[in-house]
């Protein structure tokens, strides 16, 4: 597969958030390519996953 299908791929992951899926075709685009936009989108992804609001555990 080429950079651009594993993009396509994760892109379509992360609609159905399918975090893990969309992380490991990321890393794929990036391995292909280093200087891919796949690192600025997997580094969104990541502070998806991180992203932690007490607020919302309390109601």
Partial sequence: MTEQEFI????HAWKKQDWKECLDCYAE???INPHSIASAKREMVLKIIKFYNKDM???
Avoid: K, Q, V
Wanted: aromatic content about 0%; overall charge positive; proline content about 10%.
């Fill in 57 to 59: 555990l309390n109601p």
């Fill in 8 to 11: 396509s791929r994760a892109d």
């Fill in 29 to 31: 685009a990036i391995r």
